[in-house]
């Protein structure tokens, strides 16, 4: 039984590079942390499996072959998931640019959430660091990102901030219940609960903006009373630097962007009095990394067209699970998790995903792959988006992993002129 | 292989040539001897007539990370305007101010360039860089570390460390992040921005470490010297853009004591308060300091006129300048304890009468710094233009009527604002040879790069010899990259990889204990995985080592 130290986890974007992996006879187990996603992921470890044609097991060489026709013989392909790290995303890319296909990833809804307000408006934003060591106000926008970062609180928030005199931190949450692990990591720092409509964070955000000039002239908003959004204007006022922290894939209804844009709005107007900055939370399955990818190799991020000239970017066009409908073959990529949506029916799919993932539909061609920082290294981004990470491998399955695959699918495609 | 580039005009001012004809022999991608009558070329290119200079390089260029990126996603209308501003169907992105790594690679190589360096990596983000580098083709990289910011290195000073340790953690950072040279950015400054602070003297103790950045300066100044590095400090200035700020600019060079020192980008900090404007021209004030020290070195960063966008760590300085957004949205973050990132588009426009002194005194200063191996042709890409300008930029240099014509159709103020009419100099293809190549190569320490000497690398670019230096500029007949051609009259013909340059300066490894406990208990990293192991970088192909000399500088 071999001992990992100083592991570091892949999974949720926030970059904890200090578990503890113990290997067992059936697979991995998180000695050093109750984080359910760290626990459950590294756990997922079945053996290999052959990867199957049409349910039938096959040679790694007939899938890639399978694959190759099934995806070369499609007219608009979609090459989406994108659950991988750097190299498998840039292979991807790669395979996409041949065929001509749209990419996405996965969970880039929260992610375009945020671009969209970036891309309208720009934003003032921060890194995890800076929160740890500079924030002295924290306010949490909307439901607990805890949810989907679970130890956001114990490594960011908790610690004393080194580099404030004195040292003081205290957190607020707006439109949002802490979880009571939320709670339990934040024990010994003053929390203040402002349980108004989640579904309205957008408007305390803008009842906080419209209040910051003279918060006696505060009204209530989502819920929450008049005297306090005027407390909370009066304090973000007087922070010396507060950050506003929100997970955009909580935030429910259309146009969930918007909130985004109000809270942006917010931090830009502190900024008139003393420091504020920005902190969108959105990281699973290097979400962040594919994006920065595809933004440096094409200039546009995600949900982009490579369908012929120029890459086109579309938000709302090429968003995988609407042009999974026009699409006519799915190439879908999970190395991160064993699970995979389901699509209309009557075109083919090929799934790149983890030995033991459960399929509704039995896809055209299942390539089982390795998980980076599970089975070998690879890249990831952090959720802030600045820091990118190596995760090592810990044990060999005998798995491939994406690039290896997505290269081996790109040779077997029929040749054609090389592009410039 | 055997090839030879026969009877061209060698321009090679780092071996002392200056247009004489004669031959280049290129085997293994490397320049040989004359083999003697012997032996037979392969290929040979019949080159009379034509101008052969080594392949450019470009020291300060904007052109990977994170701030790179965050640009590319701010100037979407960039991005559907100038998706395709090539001919080639290559599908790869496109851009002008913001390319993707595709075009960077392949503008830059179609001009003649076989070398471009990102001056701003950010320590907490270098990984990101080396992989964005990784995907640059055909020309080589490298990344310089933003260094004066980081807490870390303001808690070192603080705590009274001497020369040594911070030569040790500078070495240390630079090993770990696996870059060329060191940066510093409006030292002090970006720290004070996290604590509001707007604006922080050179002589003013900053918020909570309590550090001036006179102190930064000069510690960083000779830690760069300790350790050996052959560039010397890169910096940033103090208030970058703000008018009388050539006194501050006037003040770093004298603050070194003699240290070796780089102003960057030295046209946005040689602004005057003079006139009935409250802004003037002090390139001639900041051109005879230059032209009197020979331990001072600068790149211009000349504007040029357009739409662009500005993306520097300089936090402070570019909320300051947030307001003149063009198009109206702008992003700035607080990076990781280390730094910061500001991204603001801008248009420079040519009848207004800032924008037009401040090409002027980019022009000013290129013509009165007197010594082309210390002045440098940059635009800073992309923050006063885009680098597919230098054509244009090489020509107002080389032309002094086209220079007068272009300057008649600009604000009707600023000749009365600038001496540029009265300076008649204008540069040889030997000086402009000198100062994107031979210089270039020599200040960063490269030593087989920008010059044809035996045994360099066959970075090799020919040029038909045209009136039009704009012409001749833009589109080179053939360059060669490590011996291999990639551009045929200005078509890419062939995609190869590049090379990453880095130094690996010797330190005591006493200091990383130190580290270790601040980045656990600081960063919420460890350093063993803050550190870039060499099989990241291009995935372990193509790291090129140049050597540190500590005392040689």
Redo the contacts between chains.
């Keep these: 039984m071999a001992t990992n130290d100083d592991v570091l986890c892949p999974f949720c974007g926030l970059g904890c590079d200090d578990l503890t992996v113990e290997e067992e006879s059936g697979g991995l187990a998180v000695r050093s942390t109750d984080c359910p996603i760290a626990r459950d992921r590294f756990a997922h470890t079945p053996p290999a499996e052959p990867p199957r044609v049409a349910g039938a097991p096959v040679s790694l060489e007939d899938a890639v072959r399978a694959a190759a026709m099934a995806l070369g013989a499609a007219g608009a392909p979609l090459v989406a998931g994108l659950g991988a790290d750097v190299d498998g995303v840039r292979a991807a890319l790669a395979l996409a640019q041949r065929l001509g296909a749209v990419v996405d990833h996965a969970l880039s809804d929260g992610l375009y959430r945020n671009l969209a307000v970036l891309q309208r408006t720009g934003w003032i934003a921060t890194t995890l660091a800076e929160l740890r060591n500079r924030c002295d106000l924290l306010v949490v926008a909307g439901p607990d990102p805890a949810a989907f970062h679970p130890r956001l609180y114990e490594r960011w928030v908790a610690p004393t901030p080194a580099f404030q005199n004195p040292p003081s931190r205290e957190v607020v949450f707006l439109c949002g219940e802490p979880l009571d692990s939320t709670r339990a990591a934040l024990a010994n720092l003053p929390v203040t609960v402002l349980p108004g409509d989640p579904a309205r964070v957008g408007d305390a955000a803008a009842a906080l903006t419209a209040a910051l000039p003279d918060p006696s002239r505060a009204v209530g908003a989502a819920g929450i009373a008049a005297e306090d959004i005027a407390t909370l204007a009066e304090r973000l006022r007087k922070a010396r630097y507060a950050v506003v922290a929100w997970a955009a894939s909580a935030f429910h209804g259309p146009h969930a962007d918007l909130t985004v844009e109000r809270l942006v709005r917010l931090v830009h107007d502190v900024n008139r009095q003393t420091r504020c900055a920005g902190l969108p939370l959105a990281g699973h399955d290097n979400v962040v990394g594919a994006n920065q990818v595809c933004t440096w190799q094409f200039g546009v991020p995600l949900r982009a067209s490579l369908g012929g000239g120029a890459p086109l970017h579309d938000p709302y066009r090429f968003a995988w699970d609407r042009y999974s409908d026009t699409a006519d073959a799915v190439l879908w990529i999970s190395s991160f998790r064993p699970e995979i949506p389901t699509f209309p029916t009557g075109k083919p799919v090929v799934a790149l995903a983890p030995p033991g993932t459960a399929f509704a539909d039995e896809p055209a061609v299942f390539i089982p792959v390795g998980t980076p920082g599970i089975d070998h290294a690879g890249h990831v981004f952090r959720s802030d988006t600045v820091v990118a990470l190596r995760a090592r491998g810990l044990i060999d399955r005998g798995l491939p992993d994406v690039a290896a695959v997505l290269t081996a699918i790109a040779a077997a495609l029929p040749q054609e002129a090389a592009a410039c | 292989m055997l090839m030879k580039l026969a009877g061209g005009r060698i321009h090679d001012p780092a071996n002392g040539r200056d247009g004489a004809v004669g031959d280049l022999f290129v085997q293994d991608g490397r320049i040989i001897a004359d083999p003697g009558p012997g032996a037979t070329p392969d290929e040979v290119h019949d080159l009379t007539g034509r101008v052969v200079m080594a392949g450019a390089i470009d020291i300060h260029s904007h052109i990977?990370g994170?701030k790179?990126?965050?640009a590319?996603?701010?100037m979407?209308e960039e991005?559907r305007a100038a998706?395709?501003a090539?001919p080639?169907?290559?599908?790869?992105?496109?851009?002008i101010a913001?390319?993707?790594?595709?075009?960077t690679g392949?503008r830059y190589a179609q001009m003649g360039y076989t070398a471009a360096f990102e001056p701003a990596m950010?320590p907490?983000?270098a990984?990101?860089a080396h992989?964005?580098m990784a995907?640059i083709p055909l020309i080589d990289t490298g990344g310089y570390l933003v260094l004066g910011n980081d807490?870390l290195l303001l808690e070192l000073l603080a705590s009274g460390a001497g020369e040594e340790a911070v030569a040790d953690y500078v070495g240390c950072m630079l090993n770990a992040t696996r870059s060329l040279a060191v940066k510093a950015v409006n030292p002090g400054g970006i720290n004070a921005?996290?604590?509001?602070q707007r604006r922080l003297n050179v002589d003013e103790a900053g918020p909570?470490h309590a550090i001036t950045p006179r102190r930064i300066l000069t510690a960083l100044a000779a830690a760069v010297q300790r350790l050996g590095i052959p560039h010397p400090l890169h910096l940033h200035g103090f208030n970058l853009g703000v008018p009388g700020n050539a006194e501050a600019t006037l003040d770093s060079i004298e603050a070194v004591e003699g240290l070796r020192l780089h102003l960057t980008h030295v046209q946005f900090h040689a602004y005057g308060v003079e006139g009935d404007r409250k802004f003037s021209s002090a390139a001639a004030r900041i051109a005879e300091a230059v032209n009197r020290r020979p331990n001072i070195s600068v790149d211009v960063g000349q504007i040029m006129f357009g739409q662009t966008v500005t993306a520097s760590a300089d936090t402070m300085a570019q909320?300051g300048n947030a307001g003149l957004?063009h198009p109206k949205?702008?992003?700035?973050?607080?990076?990781?304890?280390d730094a910061g990132c500001g991204?603001v588009p801008f248009r420079y426009r040519d009848k207004a009468f800032v924008n037009a002194l401040q090409w002027a005194i980019g022009l000013e200063l290129f013509l009165l710094i007197e010594d082309p191996w210390r002045i440098f042709l940059t635009t800073d890409h992309p923050n006063g233009a885009p680098f597919t300008s230098y054509p244009e930029l090489i020509r107002l240099l080389m032309d002094r009527d086209h220079r007068l014509a272009r300057m008649a159709e600009l604000h009707p103020d600023l000749p009365a604002h600038t001496i540029l009419g009265s300076l008649t100099r204008e540069y040889t293809l030997g000086e402009i040879a000198t100062m994107t190549r031979a210089a270039p190569a020599r200040i960063l320490g490269l030593a087989d790069r920008g010059h044809l000497g035996l045994g360099a690398a066959a970075d090799i670019t020919v040029y038909t010899d045209r009136p039009d230096r704009r012409a001749m500029f833009e589109k080179p007949d053939l360059v060669f990259k490590d011996g291999r051609l990639i551009v045929r009259n200005g078509v890419?013909v062939a995609?190869t990889p590049g090379r990453t340059h880095v130094v690996e300066p010797a330190y005591d490894p006493k200091i990383e204990s130190w580290m270790g406990r601040r980045f656990d208990?600081?960063?919420?990293?460890?350093l063993?995985?803050f550190r870039i192991?060499e099989d990241?970088i291009r995935g372990g192909n193509g790291l090129v080592r140049h050597a540190c000399r500590p005392g040689a500088f």
């Design positions: 990977a994170g790179v990126n965050i590319r996603l701010l979407a991005h998706a395709f090539t080639e169907p290559c599908g790869c992105g496109g851009a913001t390319p993707s790594t595709h075009v392949c950010l907490s983000n990984r990101h992989l964005e995907d807490d921005f996290k604590y509001n909570f909320m957004a949205k702008w992003v700035m973050m607080d990076i990781e304890c991204v890419v995609l208990e600081r960063m919420g990293q460890r063993a995985h192991a990241e």
